[in-house]
Every structure is written in C-alpha cells, then in structure tokens.
C-alpha cells in the first residue's frame, strides 16, 4: 500500500486547501513542480492574512487602542509559534526578518563586522546558493577573510573527510547548506557543527530547503545561527527567520538603526533594545508574520514526520520514473536526498525543456537555481529542477514523465 492510500496521510483533503492547484494552464490541470523555489499557500494563510488585512489591521508595538494590541498579540504569537516549531530555548532567539537572504546577511553584518577579523577563516560548500556565498566574499572584501570552501562528491555528497582538513583554529565560521537547493543532498550537519566547534567556530545553516520537508531541532543541531525563508514552507513572501543563540544575539550589534530597536535617542547617544527588538528597525512584516505562524500550524498538524515520509515515497517513485525516460541524467544521486530532483536531457536546453512542460500545464525550474559554482563543479551550466511539496501526488509524476517524453518528441 503506497502512502497515498494511506488515511494517515490524506493528500487529497491538503490539495483542497490549496485554492491553485483546483487551476488550469494553457488548459491542462496545473502540475506544479517548483516547490524549493517558492510553495504555494493554503486558504488558511491566506484568509488569515486577508481577515487581518480587512478586520484589524494596525501597526504593532506602537498603539495602545484595539487592533494595535491585537496586531501585536498575533505578531509576536507568530514568534512563539517559530520557537516552539523548531525547538529554540527562547522567543527573544527568533529574529524576524524578510528572509534567508536577509538572515545570512544579518550574521555577516553584525556578527561577522564585529568580531572576525583579518586572517579568519569562513568556511562554506561547493552547495551553497548564492544566498551564502556573496555575503561572505563582501566580507572577505572587507574584513581581509580567508573564505574556503568545501567540496561535495560528483553524487552530491558533502565530503566531511576534506571538510576536516579545512578546520583550523583561525576557522571562525562555518556557513553551510542544512540541504542543497540543487542536489536535494541533506548533509552531515549535526557532524559538520560537532567539528567545527571543536575548533572554537560558530555555525550558521541555510535551512531553506529542510525546513520544509523535515523537523528541525536547533537545540538538538546545537547550531549557533539557522535562516529559513516563509515562502518555502507555505507562509508569504516577505518574511523569515534567524535563529540565534541567545549568548551571540545578546553581543551582536544592530544590523540597520530605525525605529523600534532602541531604548532611548538623544542627538548624543542611542540606546539599543535587547534582542530581537535590537534587529527589527523599521515596521515590521507583521501580517506576512501572522501568516508564518499560521502556515507553521497548519504544517504541524499534519506532521513534519509524516509530510517527510510521504515526500521520501514521492522522491523516490519520481526518481525511478525519471530514469527511465532516455537521454535524462539526474544531478545529485546522493542516498540522503530532499524531494528535490536537478536533471539535464541530451536534447536540448533546460529553458527549452521548461518552457515546453509548461505547455503541459507543469511548471518546473530551469536555470542555475543561484548556484553557479554548484553547476560548473557538476560540468553543466544550468538545468531544470523538479522540486516536490506536500501536495504534490505520483499522478503528477505520471504527467510528468508524459511531458518529458513530449520534450524529446519536440526537441530530438
């Protein structure tokens, strides 16, 4: 019995709270395959956005009237909802901010400008999206870094034997992928972080991608920083989180200066609030943050342990599907693998392949997915991705491999 008959798991009552997904394109039934890139959002986020948007709207933290007290009220639940969805100690370790690229920036702003230093060695992976590879070549630029990168197997393996050899005790930071946006790899994190640390590093992790098809535990990780984007997990655009641990996010500068993240002004001296107000210049994204929280409940009760093993079923019938069609090469054959799958085909572009699927109604990436070096240590220049949600159905792998088939027919 496959997991779609599964009454544990019922797919079909998910795909109802996805208003899009009931849509057509060039008048086939979308099948939409561009999950890790951007998920789209249950009627649940959605009505609760519009509810506040039209019924309560009122800046937070600002107003002693109603609706602001209730903005407020959901907003910083939203927060509590973040901590208790990845395990963090405390609410004051959840910084809001519009998403992993921010997050990674942040660290390197603040962390990074104040307390690495010329000679230090940032660390991070042949995976990385770009995301977590321009912010620290700007502060290699800056600060006189050394920035080092550790290599992944031709099957997408993050190699921990030559990752060791990088560890030195001028090693101050390991930025990495928790999973690669373009292998679907999920690496040895909690061995990368035991390691690094040994060696006195703090760690940051990129968990766009993990966040959304398995549980993560930071405390468990023992991870020092952790960045995910809300759009990736079925919550807005706009909004996402940095983790940090309180004893770091207590010494760290402000990133930007504003309203909001301050005691007190004069024309003299400001004095700064503690985290995570200290990071939170300006007017918050408080709706996209309601409608985190609420994404982050409606993932929760479905359960990330069961949305993990029905994504591995999805992955790995895909997978064996998109072997069989010829002239089809995955990239990224790694054994521990997120339902993500990077392909190139003999016959023609990945934009080629992409725009032809769409004609099928099945939307898919192509491209470098940001990841550049990634694509020219794996020999190509770009390809097309099929990245999986908790939506998604073996049908529409069917229609999937269907379309493909027309892809060879159209381009041979």
């Keep these: 019995m496959t997991l779609l008959n599964n009454p544990k798991y019922d797919v079909e009552s998910i795909r109802r709270d996805f208003p899009v997904l009931a849509q057509k394109v060039n008048g086939k039934p979308l099948v939409f395959l561009d999950n890790a890139a951007s998920a789209q959002k249950p009627h649940q986020v959605i009505d609760a956005m519009k509810n506040v948007l039209e019924n309560e709207y009122a800046n937070v933290h600002r107003g002693l009237y109603s609706f602001s007290e209730k903005c407020t009220e959901r907003f910083e639940n939203a927060r509590k909802k973040v901590q208790k969805f990845i395990n963090a100690d405390s609410e004051s370790e959840i910084v809001f901010v519009r998403g992993a690229t921010e997050a990674i920036n942040l660290v390197a702003s603040s962390y990074g400008s104040g307390f690495l230093k010329e000679g230090d060695e940032v660390i991070i992976s042949e995976a990385e999206h770009h995301s977590n590879i321009v912010p620290w070549q700007m502060l290699r630029d800056e600060k006189g870094l050394v920035l080092k990168v550790a290599p992944v197997s031709d099957d997408g393996d993050f190699l921990i034997d030559e990752y060791q050899k990088l560890l030195t005790e001028r090693t101050k930071l390991v930025a990495i992928a928790h999973m690669s946006n373009v292998l679907g790899s999920i690496f040895p994190v909690r061995e990368i972080i035991k390691m690094a640390h040994d060696v006195g590093a703090k760690v940051l992790l990129d968990g766009c991608q993990a966040i959304t098809h398995t549980p993560v535990d930071v405390k468990e990780l023992d991870c020092d920083f952790y960045a995910f984007s809300g759009h990736k997990i079925y919550a807005p655009t706009g909004i996402g989180v940095l983790y940090g641990k309180k004893e770091l996010l207590e010494i760290m500068p402000p990133y930007q200066g504003g309203g909001e993240m301050m005691k007190k002004v004069t024309f003299e001296k400001t004095t700064y609030a503690e985290s995570p107000a200290k990071f939170g210049a300006g007017t918050p994204a408080f709706v996209e943050a309601i409608g985190l929280g609420v994404a982050l409940d409606y993932v929760s009760e479905i359960g990330m342990d069961k949305i993990a093993t029905y994504e591995e079923d999805l992955l790995s019938y895909a997978t064996a599907r998109m072997n069989e069609v010829?002239?089809?090469?995955?990239?990224?054959?790694?054994?521990?693998?997120?339902?993500?799958?990077?392909?190139?085909?003999d016959c023609g572009h990945p934009h080629d392949i992409a725009m032809i699927l769409d004609k099928c109604g099945i939307a898919v990436r192509a491209g470098h997915q940001c990841a550049q070096p990634l694509h020219t240590r794996m020999g190509i220049t770009a390809s097309a991705r099929v990245s999986l949600g908790m939506y998604n159905k073996h049908s529409e792998i069917d229609e999937l491999i269907k379309g493909l088939e027309r892809v060879k027919l159209f381009l041979s």
């Design 326 to 345: 010829e002239g089809l090469k995955i990239i990224g054959t790694s054994s521990k693998k997120g339902s993500v799958i990077s392909f190139v085909m």
